[in-house]
């Protein structure tokens, strides 16, 4: 019956519709994702702090140590006064202009001094390691000043170049100049001979082979000698602003000992910490940026 054909049409159309149509979403699924995305964000911020803990529970012992021992007299507070005490003399000389005066004064020293010797202490580093001839002609020179101790030649700059910036800059400059030197000449020697001797295969210039071999596989062990010419920067800049300086974080520490401003001191000291700080993390995270084709598990080894 015609009648009969046109509903079994309609049925069979309606079947294929709702076949096609996406399924309704079952009761409570939307609610459900929303429950597992806030569990996952708080499973990661727990595991975040966890790891924050972990990392700063000898640290946030030793402030609170630092915090109550005084205030319980278990310290002389006259020698060791209390953290706040100290943070408190630290905003007063912010609020004063001298934090940033002396601040300002030690960056500016430490940066020209670090800048120098990057200029020039990796470049001679790379030629030392990769010409022999250029190795055999400075290596006696460098055995012998690398084996100085920078501040034992603090009073020989002072009289050759004054009191002023230029001696305070040299003696930064010649106690990075080794670290950045000899960790250059070691990278270079360390390459893998089986790279060098495929690139020479293939048909490599010598300046292809530099750039594209030697200079790639020295960085990361340039680095470790950047970080460490960073911290022998700021050593020898407190230990020079201490004896001739009118300015700067070490003349800062040294003037509040002499006048027995002990919270000052004591602050002083922790900002010379805060910049090596600030140039370590600065410094990995450079690091990071130029050898991102190292190996993720080789990154987290440092």
């Not at 009648?3 to 979403?25: F, M, Q």
């Not at 600030?278 to 598990?297: H, I, Q, S, Y």
Request: aromatic letters at 8%.
């Amino acid at each position: 019956m015609p009648s009969a054909d046109l509903t079994a049409d309609i049925s069979a159309g309606l079947s294929a519709d709702l076949a096609l149509a996406p399924a309704a979403p079952a009761p409570g699924t939307a609610e459900s994702a929303h429950e597992r995305g806030s569990a996952r964000l708080v499973s990661r911020i727990a595991t975040t702090a966890s790891n924050w803990f972990d990392r700063s529970i000898v640290l946030l012992v030793i402030v609170a140590i630092w915090e109550i021992a005084p205030r319980l007299e278990l310290t002389d507070p006259a020698f060791l006064p209390p953290l706040s005490e100290v943070l408190r003399a630290g905003w007063e000389l912010a609020l004063n202009g001298q934090l940033a005066e002396h601040t300002g004064a030690s960056l500016m020293r430490v940066g020209v001094g670090f800048a120098i010797s990057l200029l020039y202490a990796i470049p001679l580093g790379l030629a030392i390691g990769w010409y022999p001839r250029v190795a055999r002609l400075l290596n006696p020179l460098i055995e012998i000043l690398r084996n100085t101790a920078p501040l034992a030649l603090l009073p020989v700059f002072i009289l050759l170049l004054g009191i002023g910036e230029v001696s305070k800059i040299s003696l930064v400059v010649f106690s990075c100049s080794w670290p950045l030197l000899l960790n250059t000449i070691a990278a270079v020697q360390q390459v893998d001979p089986l790279l060098i001797k495929s690139a020479r295969t293939m048909g490599a210039t010598p300046l292809q082979l530099f750039t594209k071999v030697i200079l790639p596989g020295s960085v990361p062990t340039i680095f470790v000698g950047v970080r460490l010419a960073s911290a022998a920067a700021v050593l020898v800049l407190v230990a020079s602003e201490m004896v001739g300086a009118k300015a700067g974080l070490g003349f800062l520490i040294i003037y509040s000992q002499y006048n027995f401003q002990v919270a000052q001191m004591y602050f002083g000291i922790l900002g010379i910490t805060g910049i090596g700080l600030t140039f370590n993390w600065v410094l990995v995270w450079l690091e990071r940026r130029l050898t991102g084709w190292r190996p993720a598990t080789e990154g987290k080894k440092q």
